[in-house]
């Protein structure tokens, strides 16, 4: 959240840093700055990791519709801002059984809302029951709710 001038002489600082061998856990909303920084990726959604792995693996392949949809989010010179998917995140107090971003998952399947899917995987692990989530089935869904909205 801070201004571009100053936010570019904090992460070089930082980059710096860690050149040198520190390790640094940085906590961000903004997945342009993870991207461009970290070596690793861990995408939390509601409380839990969703995702995590190399950060080309993620921003590149992302398995995980939220982890998809965060990067659909990003701004660039062609596109407006567009929220690819609705909602709201859950209530903290009451957060909904299953996946915990079942509510708001355009993929959503019928086990979803029962079953908690755990972190899978090797290098790259993310946690939900499409095991062979693509992108583009986030895209196709989305447009189809859109359209079903006459949005
Ligand atoms: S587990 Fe189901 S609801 Fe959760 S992200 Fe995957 S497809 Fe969507």
Do not use: W
């Not at 993870?34 to 992302?62: H, K, L, N």
């Not at 903290?92 to 755990?118: E, N």
Request: glycine share 6%; charged share 20%; proline share 9%.
């Amino acid at each position: 959240m801070l201004d571009p001038s100053l936010r570019a002489g904090v992460m070089a600082v930082l980059s710096q840093l860690r050149d040198d061998g520190l390790a640094i856990l940085l906590v961000t909303h903004d997945l342009a700055t993870a991207a461009q920084t970290a070596d690793r990726i861990a995408v939390m959604y509601a409380g839990r990791i969703v995702e995590e792995g190399s950060a080309a693996s993620v921003v590149r392949t992302p398995r995980h519709p939220y982890t998809a949809a965060l990067l659909a989010a990003l701004p660039t010179l062609e596109h407006k801002i567009e929220a690819p998917v609705g909602g709201e995140p859950p209530n903290p107090r009451q957060y909904p059984p299953g996946c915990r971003f079942h509510v708001r998952c355009p993929l959503r399947l019928a086990r979803c809302a029962v079953d908690v899917p755990v972190l899978e995987g090797a290098d790259h692990r993310a946690a939900c029951h499409l095991a062979d989530f693509q992108p583009r089935d986030l895209e196709r869904a989305v447009a189809r709710a859109r359209a079903v909205a006459g949005a």
